[in-house]
């Protein structure tokens, strides 16, 4: 099987703050899914560590997810294209719906030699979204920031392709099953986002005891993260008045299971063991 994404399987593994760094990116590539890399691993001191993140990505054939503000940053631009990175997710800000002149612009040079996709947590017909190539949908059960959305990722899904037919599709949110990857592959999907179940594998940098609390029954209770539209699991509270807009400061302590929070979906709940990339990979195709 083939996909667009020029990966073995028509499945990606989504940018996971904390989770999704070169390292298993290589991983999931070797799995046969598309990998992603996500912006938020690579920060030092709110500033954007470049030559790490150049000396640690080994391949350019993944999705590399950041926000429309990283995007304004010219050495997040060099990288780009020193890389000749194929595929962009945009995470906007949660309060922002539309594009200021600059960054419609922007997007425009970017989608004459890169795939430019918009992650959409909540979804509402606007001009913002016919700027972009693909829609990476979530639905209300996936990890992290679900926004407003009450929605089953069924629902979003067939709304999408009514209002726009010709656009690349990306369905993710609770996403778990063969039969789930089936169904949406035949309805036109361009291909599947899986979070949870990838950040639980044995390759993932979360500790296996962190691993371990979230597959047994020690903790299967996704909650709101901080009244702020996210689901986690979260082992404590701790201040986030100066984190960032995914509380990475928070994530990296839960990150060791003891305090903060970590982003899972309701596919946590269903997780028995720790098992291999491609042992995942291979009961979902």
Do not use: W
């Not at 429309?68 to 990175?85: A, E, P, Q």
């Not at 989608?111 to 639905?139: A, P, Q, R, W």
């Not at 990838?198 to 609390?213: G, R, V, W």
């Amino acid at each position: 099987m083939t996909n667009y994404f020029n990966s073995k399987y028509p499945i990606i593994a989504l940018a996971m703050n904390q989770v999704s760094d070169a390292k298993f990116a290589i991983e999931c590539s070797n799995a046969g899914i598309y990998p992603s890399i996500s912006l938020f691993n690579y920060y030092k001191n709110n500033a954007i560590n470049y030559e790490r993140f150049i000396r640690e990505t080994t391949l350019n054939n993944f999705m590399l997810s950041l926000t429309i503000l990283d995007l304004k940053n010219k050495y997040v631009l060099t990288l780009i294209k020193k890389l000749k990175i194929p595929c962009i997710e945009i995470i906007l800000p949660f309060e922002q719906s539309y594009l200021s002149e600059e960054e419609s612009k922007l997007i425009d040079f970017l989608k004459k030699d890169h795939l430019i996709c918009l992650k959409c947590s909540e979804y509402i017909k606007n001009t913002t979204i016919e700027l972009f190539d693909c829609l990476i949908l979530k639905g209300k059960d996936g990890a992290g920031f679900i926004g407003n959305n009450n929605e089953s990722i069924k629902n979003i899904f067939y709304k999408v392709k009514n209002d726009y037919p010709n656009k690349k599709i990306i369905v993710s949110g609770g996403i778990e099953t063969k039969q789930q990857i089936k169904y949406f592959l035949n309805e036109g999907a361009t291909a599947i986002g899986i979070g949870t179940l990838f950040a639980l594998s044995k390759e993932s940098s979360i500790p296996f005891n962190t691993k371990l609390k979230m597959s047994t029954n020690q903790i299967k209770q996704i909650t709101n993260y901080n009244n702020d539209k996210k689901n986690a699991i979260v082992f404590s509270e701790i201040n986030n008045k100066e984190d960032d807009l995914n509380n990475s400061k928070s994530l990296i302590k839960g990150i060791n299971g003891i305090e903060g929070h970590i982003y899972a979906g309701t596919a946590v709940k269903n997780i028995k063991e720790i098992k291999s990339l491609k042992q995942i990979v291979e009961e979902l195709i």
